[in-house]
DNA sequence: TTGACCGGAAACCGATCGGTCTCCATTATT
DNA sequence: AATAATGGAGACCGATCGGTTTCCGGTCAA
């Protein structure tokens, strides 16, 4: 006799279903999506839909935690990857985010999009997506930290509201140029948020990193 | 007999429709707000909804314009008359945001919403919103000018993105406080931008205009 | 070869979608 | 008092929603 495994029938329609639902989510909504559509595309049954999640909600909640995942697990440790000095990694999320506002499917980020429709505080998708904002927020904060802000917890704020700024007026406004607008302020921020803790030091040095 | 009057019924049903419609999309967004609500709460029968509006998307244009004519005609002059000095104009509009953040009833900008359910950009109600968000930055491209900005354009793509970003922030995150965020680095772009102009002035001025 | 099991196609469910239509009470005009 | 126009309540339409179920062909072990 076959041992029931624990988990449910193949992985990959799970992956497929994931990446199909990102996909449609980011580009027309999540209202807007109907299963009916995601089982279509992604040439899933619809019966393996609901023997992997429960509920549409929970498939959303999937394709959230997925996004989450790669944020966390491929994009942050690019940009520590990418410079020792604090300062170059904020201002690489900003650079990063340059070449995502240019790409013909962005559609603005999933996780905002996701609160727009699923607006109560008390919701699990709005709750899934504030809590997502709150890892951007703590890489500004640890990073800031590390360059030696008087408050990091300031400057994250800052660096995290001019993320979020540029993104909506990348997506509303269709001016991919936000990125660079928001960089520019960036950039004055860290300076001076850093300069206070190194007035000893030399001044040149913040000339000499402007690339 | 009776002059056949050009506009359809009674204006009040019109009205408390739209009222209505504005009410739920915020709360609830586009897609999840049925028409069926929309005339149970407006306590208008459905057929009265379709002898004022052709559709639904109609409707929501309609909205949409109330809210816009309701900035321009409204908000914008109360700014405008609340200070003579392009730099408190700024300011205040972010003080403004503050009150409107803390609003129990806030459920961030709805154009931004409108243009996050409707993504695709040939979308007459993507288009719309659009359209708002340049009503902002024209305005505030008008006071950089009139404080004697050095690049007008370029410090009014800052205040809109700090604006949009204020508002996302507040509404994903629920934070209240990113206006307040927000009007503390505009004051310091404003005030780098108007200080080029000025270099011959007072330096003090810049100092005490701080509140 | 047989039989248990799996997943895909699609019918099916009640509810709701946007939109139309019928009926009737109210009202104002003649 | 008779008539015509109005707007409200709500039935009704086909389509689609999220979700369940049936059926059937293929796959694998016994």
Not at 32 to 60: C, M, N, Q, W
Not at 170 to 198: C, E, H, M, N, Y
Request: proline residues 5%; aromatic residues 8%.
């Amino acid at each position: 006799m076959t041992v029931p495994t624990a988990t449910p029938p193949t992985a990959s329609a799970r992956d497929r279903l994931i990446d199909t639902a990102i996909a449609l989510f980011n580009r027309h909504g999540f209202h807007a999506t109907g299963v009916d559509r995601i089982v279509a595309v992604a040439k899933v049954a619809k019966k393996t839909l609901y023997a992997h999640f429960p509920s549409k909600e929970d498939l959303i909640l999937a394709a959230l935690s997925r996004k989450r995942a790669a944020f966390a697990d491929k994009f942050l440790p690019v940009v520590l990857a990418g410079s020792e000095d604090p300062r170059q990694r904020l201002l690489s999320l900003f650079e990063l985010a340059k070449s995502w506002f240019a790409d013909p499917d962005f559609y603005g980020c999933i996780f905002i999009n996701a609160a727009v429709e699923y607006s109560e505080p008390a919701h699990p998708i709005n709750a899934c997506a504030r809590e997502f904002k709150t890892l951007l927020r703590n890489f500004a904060r640890d990073q800031a930290a590390a360059g030696g802000a008087a408050d990091p917890d300031a400057l994250a704020d800052q660096i995290a509201l001019l993320f979020e700024g540029a993104t909506t007026v990348a997506q509303v406004s269709g001016r991919p140029d936000a990125a660079t607008t928001a960089k520019d302020i960036a950039a004055r921020l860290i300076d001076q948020a850093f300069r206070r803790q190194q007035t000893n030091g030399a001044d040149t040095a913040i000339l000499s990193s402007c690339e």
